[in-house]
């Protein structure tokens, strides 16, 4: 049955040659994608590192300060032996949340009307 079936089956056509160069790709770069984007910024904090004892006696030697690297809007740095946080850039993509190792991060969206304002394009 199965050898039939196959067997009637039109053969696959040959993928066809690309005519030409193709649409013109364009480079973008992050920054400029960031560029778009509007905040407003709240007076207080949403992103709070809870205990900066434990960025610096275990996590910068076991995660080299976790944040600091996969946060996309550089939000946390590590700057005059502790973990600061401008939260006035955050993206509100929630990787903060899961990322930090140790759960040292209490966050939550900013209130209402504030935080983030995504522009396409
Ligand atoms: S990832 Fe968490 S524990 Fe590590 S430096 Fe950042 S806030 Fe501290
Ligand atoms: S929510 Fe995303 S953009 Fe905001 S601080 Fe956390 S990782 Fe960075």
Not at 22 to 45: C, M, Q
Not at 60 to 66: D, N, T
Request: net charge negative; proline share 7%.
């Amino acid at each position: 049955m199965t050898a039939v079936a196959a067997a009637t089956r039109p053969a696959p056509s040959e993928p066809q040659a690309a005519e030409g160069p193709g649409p013109e790709v364009k480079e973008v770069k992050i920054e400029d994608k960031l560029y778009l984007n509007r905040w407003l910024a709240d007076e207080e904090s949403h992103l709070i590192v809870m205990d900066q004892g434990i960025c610096l006696t275990r996590c910068g030697e076991s995660h080299s300060y976790a944040c600091t690297i996969f946060c996309p809007a550089s939000v946390y740095k590590f700057e005059g032996n502790m973990i600061s946080v401008m939260y006035e850039g955050c993206l509100e993509c929630g990787a903060c949340r899961l990322g930090c190792p140790y759960r040292n991060i209490e966050w939550h969206f900013p209130r209402g009307g504030y935080g983030v304002t995504y522009k396409f394009g």
